[in-house]
């Protein structure tokens, strides 16, 4: 569980960056907010 946790917050990326870190973060975020809102119009759209 705590290596599904470390890479979202992009820690997994390399300190000395702070704006790669922030990118990674801001990348990886709305990744994971497109997937759940892609996920639920299908499911709305194919499942009703």
Excluded: C, H, N
């Excluded at 290596?3 to 990744?31: F, H, N, V, Y």
Aim: no cysteine; net charge positive.
């Amino acid at each position: 569980m705590e290596r599904a946790a470390r890479p979202l917050p992009g820690i997994d990326q390399s300190k000395d960056d702070r704006i790669e870190i922030w990118g990674t973060r801001i990348g990886r975020t709305l990744s994971v907010a497109a997937f759940i809102v892609l996920a639920v119009y299908l499911m709305l759209t194919y499942l009703r």
